[in-house]
């Protein structure tokens, strides 16, 4: 599929989204895990709600990690008027973005627009014997919303994808499922909580134990009041604020009923173990 080979340990993570704590504080947390920058991939929208773009962009690019476009990078190269996120005309995260957006879009430099020109759209890779795909949101529309619960979806975007893994992220919360022996990874976002009722963040860790490759999700925790506080000197004293605190999204409009129920229920972090595959236990 690819000539990358990754050897894990491998980090995942999506949307910084703006948050310029968050995305330090998962940093810090690649280097006390000996996670080098050449081994952890973000699947995009590193800019969107929260109250420091540019400086988010500078220090992702700082890092040096993978970096995959998402919806938020494809607009803002262009200085497009919208953030594309596929929310619906008139609803709660609609109207929210007619403030965001446009905050960040004023604050981009030519150098992070030219940054986020030259992202990919996608990445190839192998881990573990294993061919892996990242994506923003769907294998081939950008801003589609994958959930969880929409098996049928899920199965489809998986055959589609033409790998054994799809990692993605746009939707906002983790998940791990398998399906007919495929694997869609949503290791969730870090710049927003994950709407199950505490303020921390969410990301991946793929790594082996034994003969055996572990997919797993993972709480980090941050300095969310000064995510929040940074986001109302910035005249953004609104629901995206407040859901950094409270844990709780501003709108449930993009969730499926399933996981529209399940606000407010804590998250356990979760862990799929699958063979690693011959070619490369005999390369290990
Ligand atoms: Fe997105």
Known sequence: MTDLVLQPPVLVFG???SNLRALLALRQRAEDLDIPPSHCICTGDVVAYCAEPEDTAAAIRDWGCHVIAGNCEEQLADASDTCACGFEEGSECDRLAKGWY????ARMSPASRAWMAALPKTLTCTIGGWSVRVVHGGVDVINTFIFASERAALAAELERSGAD???????????????????????????????????????????????????????????????????RRSGHANGYARTLVTGLWPSLDVFPPAERAATGGRLRPRTLRLPIRTAARAAG
């Open 15 to 17: 949307g910084p989204y």
């Open 102 to 105: 446009p905050f960040a879009n």
């Open 165 to 231: 893994i799809v990692i993605a992220g746009h939707a906002g919360v983790p998940f791990i499922e398998r399906i007919d022996g495929r694997v869609w990874f949503n290791p969730g976002v870090i710049g927003m909580p994950a709407n199950d009722g505490t303020p921390d963040v969410w990301y991946g860790l793929i790594r082996l134990e034994d003969d055996d490759l572990l997919i797993a999700t993972r709480r980090l925790a941050y300095d969310h009041h000064g995510a929040a506080a940074a986001m």
